[in-house]
């Protein structure tokens, strides 16, 4: 007995035993919080959207009348379609910000004021940022008095947040605003740990600035560009703070997060509430995978050719097989 003691002690003291248990240590509390605060809310969650039910009183089960309903009521499918708006504004967001991250990447003359300017507004708080284009495209208020001194009358000039012709447009803008800085600075950062070396290689060879971006600069890096897809084009399904502070989600600017709140807090539909967030997160994942199939394609992942790359030189090799036989 006294030497499966021994053995078990110096199994415990063993260095490999010892990485193990302190792996596990640390990941423990972490683990708990996660699946106590999230996956088990979320599996309820998902529970609950099957049921008609308020936050208090009876449940009635509908099974998935819910997911029907997500997709036939008119204030949730034009929900959806607003996330188009934020869709295309992610795409201009980071074109600019990868455009500005090529420019500041080098010695620019007051390039770290204009970094620390571009980046600010990605240090306010989104409440405030809704508040300030509250005022700022108000009637009569900056930007329609800026308009005014270029030469435009204030009758002509369309009501940005009323104006249902405009209105998600100019809430949409507020977002490229708020996150161009952070996309830019992770560009940046990606871009200065690029090889120096490449860029004088490519100026003795007589490379313009856009071939630098394009041979040099896009191949390095790629892999935050999609990563910065992913983050804008989910976060456009999930837009809030805009339309909730600006225009409160009237005049046809409520969006699915917005809509989602008004059903789950103000009518007391948790049931319809709880299946459009489930319905949202599987929106999520096939955005999400069909951005990793697009990257596997056409760019690559990691040391790996794009599939794209891959499948014309098979072809060539292949065409240039059946003319040698000839």
Known sequence: MGKESMGFMNWIKSGEVNKRLCIITFMLIPLTLL???????????IGYSFFDMKYIGEREFVGLQNYIEVFTRKDCFQALKLSLYYFVASFIQLGLALYFASILSFKTKAGGVFKGFMFFPYLVCGIAVGFIFKFFYTRG??????????????????????????????????????????????????????????YEAAAIDGANGWKK??????????????LNMILSITGSLSVF????????????????????????????K?????????????????????QKWVERYFLGVGDQEA???VRKRQKRLAAEGKGGTR
């Open 35 to 45: 699946i106590v605060f999230t996956y088990i809310p979320f599996g309820t969650m």
């Open 141 to 198: 208020f900056v930007l329609d008095t800026v308009l005014q001194w270029c030469g435009f009358q204030l009758d002509n000039l369309p009501y940005w947040l009323r104006d249902t012709r405009i209105n998600n447009i100019s809430v949409a803008a507020t977002s490229v605003w708020r996150y161009m800085g952070q996309n830019m600075v992770l560009f940046i950062g990606a871009i200065m740990s690029v090889d120096g070396e490449l």
């Open 213 to 226: 971006f394009r041979y040099i600069i896009f191949p390095s890096i790629k892999t935050i560009i999609v």
């Open 241 to 268: 703070e805009p339309p909730y502070v600006i225009t409160g989600g009237n005049f046809g600017t409520g969006t699915y997060f917005v809509i989602m709140n008004q059903l789950a807090h103000e009518s007391q």
């Open 270 to 290: 948790v049931g319809l509430a709880s299946a459009m967030a489930v319905v949202l997160l599987i929106l999520i994942m096939i955005a999400t995978a069909i």
């Open 307 to 309: 599939i794209r790359t």
